[in-house]
């Protein structure tokens, strides 16, 4: 049986949405192959029927009451172990921290490859995973396979599919496993929460993002103040990362994240084709941008011609009469 199997994070008890994104996309491959779509995750508590209701018909809940966190170590054996038994053909995670941090050290405990931070997948005629993602700074698309290895391993950038519609008349079997007391090497003394500057942006519902048009790196404390009062995050174009004025780990478009919110205000960006690619499937664009011949208003819903320095503050102050 050729199944494909999706680990689905989780996160204080909420599961991560590019888990959901993969059920969806397992479930395609999955077809294919004539083999299960099946969802293994490791929390204390259950989260099989939310799991089931994106489109996992077989779920393996490993838990242990006494793992609250993630742990590399713990997580790698368990699933290395269940792995190895149940023998799946493909496994997929999402291109987060932890799956970046998870997925290698259980591709090198199962001697098998991994590609990392795909953007598209396929099946060839043989029924091997073609991972597709950018390569050499996004200048190519590298299409990857494992061919001699099983499973097939692959993490999946977030945003770039779509998660189903949930559905409540679902049928599902869970096995449950629990697993042995492994004392953790590492001991979690807090958790502080994360301000809207390093939040997961593919997570975010809104996105504030600043381009080379910001000027200098303080802009990006306006843009903070937006998406504060929107309960959003903020973003970046290349530009604006290379410039030194905003992390890495923000960069929407080919080379950076792909994003899909609901609201996306681009603000001093131009709209290179190159960003677009990351965030042209969001609900909303709004676009600010001094130059109204800029190509970002082609894809804006909402355009407004001006200087951010002068729109931005006027949207915040409005905002805030709004929230008193
Ligand atoms: P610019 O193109 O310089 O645009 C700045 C905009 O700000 C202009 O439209 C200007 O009119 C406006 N502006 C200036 N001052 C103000 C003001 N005061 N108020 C309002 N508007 C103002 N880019 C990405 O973003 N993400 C990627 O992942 C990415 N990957 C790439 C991969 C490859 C292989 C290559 C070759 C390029 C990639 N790029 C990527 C770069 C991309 O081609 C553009 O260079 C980049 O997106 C431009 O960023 P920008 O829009 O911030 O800057």
Redesign the pocket.
């Known amino acids: 049986m050729k199944d494909v199997w999706v680990y689905i994070e989780t996160e204080n008890n909420s599961i991560k949405k590019v888990s959901l994104e993969l059920l969806n996309e397992g479930k395609k491959l999955a077809t294919k192959l004539k083999g299960n779509l099946v969802a293994v995750y490791l929390n204390k508590t259950d989260l099989s029927h939310e799991i089931a209701k994106y489109g996992a018909k077989k779920i393996i809940h490993l838990f242990n009451n006494n793992i609250e966190h993630y742990d590399t170590l713990i997580y790698t054996n368990a699933l290395a172990e269940i792995i190895t038994e149940k023998k799946p053909h493909i496994i997929l995670f999402g291109a987060t921290h932890i799956g970046r941090d998870l997925a290698p050290r259980l591709a090198a405990k199962l001697n098998t490859g991994l590609t990392a931070d795909c953007t598209h997948l396929d099946l060839d005629e043989n029924g091997l995973l073609m991972q597709t993602r950018p390569a050499f700074?996004?200048?190519i698309m590298a299409t990857i396979y494992c061919p001699e290895h099983i499973p097939q391993m692959a993490t999946v950038r977030p945003g770039v599919f779509e998660m189903s519609v949930p559905t409540e008349n679902i049928k599902y079997e869970v096995e449950k496993i629990e697993l042995k007391n492994d004392k953790p090497l590492i001991r979690i003394l807090d958790i502080i929460n994360k301000n809207s500057l390093s939040k997961d942006i593919s997570e975010s519902n809104v996105i504030v993002a600043g381009?080379?048009?910001l000027?200098k790196p303080d802009g990006f404390k306006l843009l903070e103040e937006l998406a504060q009062l929107l309960n959003g995050c903020v973003g970046a174009?290349?530009?604006?990362v290379e410039s030194g004025w905003a992390n890495p780990e923000i960069?929407?478009?080919?080379?950076?994240k792909t994003v899909k919110p609901k609201i996306y205000i681009a603000?001093?960006?131009?709209?290179?084709?190159?960003?677009v690619a990351?965030m042209k499937d969001s609900k909303c664009i709004i676009a600010?941008?001094?130059?109204k011949d800029?190509p970002?208003f082609k894809i804006a819903d909402f355009g407004i011609v001006?200087?951010?320095?002068e729109v931005i503050p006027q949207l915040i102050n409005k905002l805030k009469e709004e929230k008193i």
């Not at 001006?306 to 320095?309: E, N, T």
């Open positions: 700074g996004g200048n381009g080379r048009g000027g174009s290349r530009a604006a960069q929407v478009g080919q080379t950076g603000c001093g960006i131009s709209g290179a084709i190159q960003h990351g600010i941008n001094k130059n800029a970002i001006g200087d951010l320095y």
